[in-house]
């Protein structure tokens, strides 16, 4: 089964430049490691929020906003799609996610829809 991993953290302050760079070698290496696995099917952090667009459509016209829809104390920062065989072994691999040191690891079963090219 494929399970999207969803990091979220305070954007402001969460973590330093150093921190951050860091997060993203242990990441690398992180990512890596699940490929040998043959668990890895994709990863990347995200831009600030502040760097975001939302389209909500109403009656057929676009509504286009600056930033995220939601406010919120934690932001989504990055994520991780992996395939695990269930919630047991995503839950094994979100715990060693790197960046949740910072913040919520939130995971997430996908639904898997007939005609989709295959990940």
């Not at 973590?15 to 099917?41: D, I, M, W």
């Not at 934690?74 to 995503?90: H, M, V, Y």
């Not at 839950?91 to 007939?114: K, Y």
Request: aromatic share 8%.
């Amino acid at each position: 089964m494929k399970y999207m991993l969803m990091m979220y953290f305070e954007e402001n302050g969460a973590l330093t430049q150093e921190q951050r760079e860091h997060c993203y070698v242990e990441s690398t290496a992180f990512a890596n490691k699940l490929h040998e696995a043959g668990k890895f099917l994709g990863a990347a952090p995200l831009q600030p929020t502040s760097t975001a667009t939302s389209l909500r459509l109403e009656d057929g016209k676009r509504l286009v906003t600056d930033g995220p829809f939601a406010e919120t104390r934690e932001q989504l920062g990055g994520f991780f799609l992996i395939d695990a065989k269930d919630l047991d072994e995503a839950i094994d691999i979100a715990a060693r996610v790197p960046a949740g040191r910072w913040g919520t690891v939130e995971i997430r079963p996908l639904v898997e829809v007939d005609g989709l090219p295959k990940i």
